[in-house]
């Protein structure tokens, strides 16, 4: 008894000293999604008036751009872009950008959402600009792929696919890009704590069939993380023999699929978002980039395409 009176003053204490505002960003996505603008808004007034202006302010700033963007509201997201990327840069004074994540996701978004409204404007030349430009100066930092993604979707389809790195993997060897040529192609990038990836395996498994006969071949590469489920920090042996786990347990129907494992290739190919889907023609071109899982009908009528050509 006496425990559980201790334990319960100890609660009311972290009560007392936990900020009231310690999840803003679920709370401005939440006034989005129930409220609109103005309700969010007014959560970020009161945290700002209560905690100034911090990383997770500005992450949570961040999503009044990209609710926008998805609403069509191009002038309201590009204006709250430009806000989110004012405030990230002010705070880049005084930290570095990866010192905890909240900063980097919000400068992300705020880049992402500025060069997809020029873009949706018609203005694709300076939205690629804007993403080469944030390379540059961001390219060493965790941003990188997701830059990378964006330019990629203005920029990639149509040009020579990125040769692969496979220094380390699992599976049948990898086979250079440059090897497959006269032969489609199709690129799974995966990561071994990703459902929707463990959800696209069977279409993969299933097209990958129907499509032997005209020469499909499947390379699925992955990344390091630096953990597991089990291992909040984990070595690269043991996160590598966890990977392999994942894959027979999960992927038994691609276990012969080539699995190059570089942080590399996600960089190149811009593979923030897993998985991602990039088909290429028998000469070695994207024909398809695509982040986030598929269909079967849909990834079915773009390998079709590629095959038919």
Same mark, same amino acid.
């Given at each position: 008894?006496?425990?559980?009176?201790?334990?319960?003053?100890?609660?009311?204490?972290?009560?007392? &000293?936990?900020?009231?505002?310690?999840?803003?960003?679920?709370?401005?996505?939440?006034?989005l999604a129930q409220s609109g603008f103005?309700?969010?808004?007014?959560?970020?007034?009161?945290?700002?008036?209560?905690?100034?202006?911090?990383?997770?302010?500005?992450?949570?700033?961040?999503?009044?751009?990209?609710?926008?963007?998805?609403?069509?509201?191009?002038?309201?997201?590009?204006? /709250?872009?430009?806000?989110? !990327?004012?405030?990230?840069?002010?705070?880049?004074?005084?930290?570095?950008?990866?010192?905890?994540?909240?900063?980097?996701?919000?400068?992300?978004?705020?880049?992402? &959402?500025?060069?997809?409204?020029?873009?949706?404007?018609?203005?694709?030349?300076?939205?690629?600009?804007?993403?080469?430009?944030?390379?540059?100066?961001?390219?060493?930092?965790?941003?990188?792929?997701?830059?990378?993604?964006?330019?990629?979707?203005?920029?990639?389809?149509?040009?020579?696919?990125?040769?692969?790195?496979?220094?380390? @993997?699992?599976?049948?060897?990898?086979?250079?890009?440059?090897?497959?040529?006269?032969?489609? &192609?199709?690129?799974?990038?995966?990561?071994?704590?990703?459902?929707?990836?463990?959800?696209?395996?069977?279409?993969?498994?299933?097209?990958?069939?129907? @499509?032997?006969?005209?020469?499909?071949?499947?390379?699925?590469?992955? !990344?390091?993380?630096? /953990?597991?489920?089990?291992?909040?920090?984990?070595?690269?042996?043991?996160?590598?023999? /966890?990977?392999?786990?994942?894959?027979?347990? @999960?992927?038994?129907?691609?276990?012969?699929?080539?699995?190059?494992?570089?942080?590399?290739? @996600?960089?190149?190919?811009?593979?923030?978002?897993?998985?991602?889907?990039?088909?290429?023609?028998?000469?070695? !071109?994207?024909?398809?980039?695509?982040?986030?899982?598929?269909? /079967?009908?849909?990834?079915?009528?773009?390998?079709?395409?590629?095959?038919?050509?």
């Amino acid at each position: 008894m006496i425990r559980n009176i201790r334990f319960g003053k100890l609660l009311v204490l972290i009560a007392l &000293v936990t900020p009231a505002w310690a999840g803003i960003v679920e709370d401005v996505r939440a006034a989005l999604a129930q409220s609109g603008f103005s309700a969010a808004e007014d959560d970020l007034k009161s945290y700002r008036g209560q905690n100034g202006v911090t990383a997770e302010y500005i992450e949570a700033y961040s999503w009044l751009g990209r609710t926008a963007l998805n609403a069509h509201e191009y002038d309201q997201a590009a204006a /709250y872009a430009k806000q989110t !990327k004012i405030l990230a840069v002010e705070q880049l004074k005084q930290r570095p950008l990866d010192a905890e994540p909240h900063l980097p996701n919000a400068l992300g978004a705020a880049i992402e &959402v500025e060069s997809q409204t020029l873009a949706a404007r018609g203005q694709r030349s300076q939205a690629i600009a804007v993403l080469q430009s944030a390379l540059r100066t961001y390219g060493s930092t965790s941003i990188r792929a997701r830059l990378q993604k964006n330019l990629n979707l203005l920029s990639l389809e149509g040009k020579p696919a990125p040769a692969l790195r496979a220094e380390q @993997f699992l599976g049948s060897k990898p086979p250079v890009l440059a090897q497959l040529k006269g032969s489609p &192609v199709l690129l799974f990038f995966w990561a071994h704590w990703c459902g929707d990836c463990k959800a696209e395996a069977p279409i993969i498994t299933q097209l990958r069939t129907e @499509f032997a006969p005209q020469g499909l071949t499947v390379l699925g590469p992955t !990344k390091l993380y630096g /953990y597991t489920a089990q291992v909040e920090h984990a070595s690269p042996s043991d996160e590598l023999a /966890y990977i392999d786990a994942v894959r027979h347990r @999960f992927y038994g129907g691609l276990l012969d699929m080539p699995v190059p494992i570089s942080k590399y290739n @996600f960089d190149a190919y811009g593979a923030s978002t897993t998985p991602t889907l990039v088909l290429l023609d028998r000469t070695g !071109k994207v024909a398809m980039y695509h982040p986030g899982a598929l269909p /079967y009908e849909q990834l079915k009528a773009e390998i079709e395409k590629v095959v038919a050509r």
